[in-house]
């Protein structure tokens, strides 16, 4: 059963970059998307972004300018890096695979979730 | 980007009672909608995927129906553990987007 670990920094200053990273056990990386997701407190999920195994991306339009998703497939992990935080970034950010079975796109297996602030 | 509309934000019900939350999609998105159930500090989980396929060891009281642009998520006679907030998701255009999000409670 593949797990999702998520690691990295939880409080960020403004501007700064946010980085973290998501380690995935007990399962293929390769023939999967990747995802990001976010919720802010009290707040809704919002998709971030994804990558596959081939490092092909797709990220929301509303961040792309400050998003990178990354990965390395030898490690089985992926990252993200999101530019000039500001507060409206606070959020629990997951990772999460995003497997197609044909047509069909499910958020399937998710990380545990890090709280991540951004406060001068 | 698709607009997900949920109804209601919030409800309010008892255990055995049959509950139902609709999600309105922005527009035709054919049947590429899920459903997740967040409980209270834990991670979302996958409840039905494209409408209304039940994901496996889900509960047989959950089910979805619809597509285009209405869709119905059902949860027949209601147990306790089912309190939770639920949200609908659409994977027919990028951005995926979801739903606000439905807070269910106990009466």
């Known amino acids: 059963q593949v797990q999702l670990q998520q690691r990295g920094a939880g409080l960020f200053k403004p501007s700064e970059t946010l980085s973290l990273t998501c380690d995935v056990y007990?399962?293929?990386?390769?023939?999967?998307?990747w995802s990001w997701i976010r919720q802010p407190p009290g707040k809704g999920l919002e998709w971030i972004g994804e990558i596959n195994f081939e490092g092909t991306t797709n990220y929301n339009p509303s961040l792309k300018s400050r998003v990178t998703i990354s990965a390395d497939t030898s490690k089985k992990q992926f990252s993200l890096k999101l530019t000039s935080v500001t507060a409206a970034d606070t959020a629990v950010y997951y990772c999460?695979?995003?497997?197609?079975?044909?047509?069909?796109?499910?958020?399937?297996?998710w990380g545990q979730g890090t709280l991540v602030t951004v406060s001068s | 980007d698709i607009q997900m509309t949920q109804s209601p934000s919030s409800l309010s019900a008892s255990v055995g009672d049959r509950v139902t939350i609709t999600c309105q999609a922005s527009?035709?998105?054919?049947?590429?909608l899920n459903w997740y159930q967040q409980k209270a500090g834990e991670v979302p989980k996958l409840l039905i995927s494209?409408?209304?396929r039940v994901e496996a060891g889900v509960p047989s009281r959950f089910s979805g129906s619809g597509s285009g642009t209405d869709f119905i998520f059902t949860i027949t006679s209601l147990q306790p553990e089912d309190f939770a907030t639920y949200y609908c998701?659409?994977?027919?255009?990028?951005?995926?987007?979801f739903g606000q999000g439905t807070k269910l409670e106990i009466k």
């Open positions: 999460a695979r995003t497997p197609r079975d044909g047509s069909i796109l499910v958020f399937d297996s």
């Open positions: 494209d409408a209304s």
């Open positions: 007990g399962g293929s990386f390769s023939g999967y998307y």
């Open positions: 998701q659409q994977y027919d255009s990028l951005p995926y987007t």
């Open positions: 527009q035709d998105i054919r049947n590429d």
